[in-house]
């Protein structure tokens, strides 16, 4: 049974921007879904880069976005707003949301609602939304990434890198990835990476260079690696800047671009006007859904921690040393 009786809702907000002790758990009106829109009692929700950023104060939510972080949840439909016919109250669905994901219940737009693979548990399935939609916009939409290309990501195993090795693997693509650990490398291979790369120990621009280039990069670093990017990449490469998180300023030689033809571009994802989102959503549900259901993707878990214990999740987070994605239970 769906619980749809309680009166009120758990959510986390960030009392000033700092570090994960400015987290605290505040309690709302359980949201009332408008048109349009699903009210969800949520099992599980994703702890993501960009809730770290927002905690941090350098990432405000967009106007009208639900109160709270969390951007990805997974549960159960608790509600439908009017006109929605496409679910029904019961339903165990995923969705993106523009805020408030970490809570007992989040409202979502109906066409960023996804069903839950039957081979995915729900609470798992919180690890689906965001990096899903952020792989397939970026490196299939955006890069083009086709068969028999070769493509390059950083943080292989981060939520969106781990994403993204098994999604171009199962596109037919050769995949070669980045990590800082011994173990982070010898995951990213069991993922599906053709080629991983330990950072610490090896140049990746000389590693790739030697392996042919790269078609696709997708780059959640920044800082001096968009120069060896654009260095190691192939002629007519793509380069797809997703986060910096060793600084979006940076100096590079365009004429390497030039001569190579690159396009060199980023996005965003969490703004996007609703009607956009509907559209890649059933594009993710067309070609990746049948990836998950074929056993080529998974979302890979690193942690789990309760919606009380958010602030460990947060440090987590913080440390860098986890390897798929950190889900909180609500």
Sequence with gaps: MIEIAKTENRIVIAREPGGPDVLEIVTRPVPVPGPGELLIRNV?????????????????????????????????VAELGEGVSAFAVGDPVCALVAGGGYADFSVAPAGSVLPVPDTVAVADAAGLPETVFTVWTNVFEIGALSRDETFLVHGGTSGIGSTAIQMAKAAGARVIATAGTPDKVAQCK???????????????????????????ILDMVGGAYVQKNINCARMGARIVSIAFLTGSRVEVDLMRVMLKRITLTGSTLRARPLAEKARLAAAVRDTVWPWIAAGKLAPLIDSRFALDDVRSAHERLDSGAHAGKILLDC
């Excluded at 976005?65 to 997974?74: F, Q, S």
Aim: glycine letters at 16%; proline letters at 8%; a negative charge.
């Design 44 to 76: 599980a929700c994703g702890v993501n880069r960009p809730d770290q950023i927002e905690r941090l104060g350098f990432y405000p939510a967009p106007p009208g976005a639900p109160e709270g972080l969390g951007l990805e949840v997974a549960g159960h």
């Design 190 to 216: 069991t993922l599906g990476a053709d080629i991983a790369i330990n950072y610490r120990d090896e140049d990746f621009q000389a590693v790739v260079t030697e392996a042919g280039g790269a078609d696709v």
